[in-house]
């Protein structure tokens, strides 16, 4: 098992940038891609962003492509999603995840086993 904390979370006017950090420990974090999702106000949780346990590969949600960049650092047991330009719209609770299987070459959105308690992102207009 292993355990994730969110931070970086807070209140940003829209035009703006965040920068969110998920700290993981429990288990060979290199081993795992890892995934953002969000969960906007009065919608299902969806997927915003992934990258593949060696960090060669990205994913992304149509709705954030091209502002939102996710980056990992297998040293620091650490995945970041940078946030620019934001939009009201990107408000919700933000959720780090990781892969409930290691070393997968496919992103499989459903397959995420361990989840953070998430991060609040509020985008003021």
């Known amino acids: 098992q292993v355990q994730l904390v969110e931070s970086g979370g807070g209140l940003v006017q829209a035009g703006g940038s965040l920068r969110l950090s998920c700290a993981a420990s429990?288990?060979?974090?290199?081993?795992?891609?890892m995934g953002w999702f969000r969960r906007c106000p009065g919608k299902e949780r969806e997927f915003v962003a992934a990258v593949s346990w060696s960090g060669g590969t990205l994913y992304y949600a149509d709705s954030v492509k091209g502002r939102f960049t996710i980056s990992r650092d297998n040293a620091k047991n650490t995945v970041y999603l940078q946030m620019n330009s934001l939009k009201p719209e990107d408000t919700a609770v933000y959720y780090c995840?990781?892969?409930?299987?290691?070393?997968?070459?496919?992103?499989?959105?459903?397959?995420?086993?361990?989840w953070g308690q998430g991060t609040q992102v509020t985008v003021s207009s």
């Open positions: 429990g288990r060979t974090f290199s081993s795992y891609t």
């Open positions: 995840a990781a892969d409930s299987i290691s070393y997968r070459s496919t992103l499989r959105r459903t397959d995420f086993g361990s």
